[in-house]
């Protein structure tokens, strides 16, 4: 009662491709493959991305201490 067996797999995989048609499963998986490895680039990516913006955010920080140092010292 509580798992399926093969063949109730089987025929579920036989209602789904009469219902949908094998062309759009196949584009279904290649926009699922697609998002996947997309996901995947973005989370390898996304710590350099984050370390940079890290840096720049300091950089500002900086810059802006220094305009404010000076206009103290102009006054």
Not at 3 to 20: K, P
Not at 35 to 47: H, L, R, S
Not at 55 to 75: D, G, L, P, R, W
């Amino acid at each position: 009662m509580g798992s399926f067996s093969i063949w109730h797999w089987l025929i579920v995989l036989v209602i789904v491709v009469l219902v949908f048609g094998t062309k759009k499963l196949k584009n279904i998986g290649q926009d699922l493959g697609g998002a996947v490895k997309g996901f995947k680039e973005g989370m390898k990516d996304g710590g350099t991305a984050e370390n940079a913006k890290v840096e720049e955010a300091k950089q500002v920080s900086a810059k802006t201490i220094e305009v404010e140092a000076k206009e103290k010292t102009n006054s």
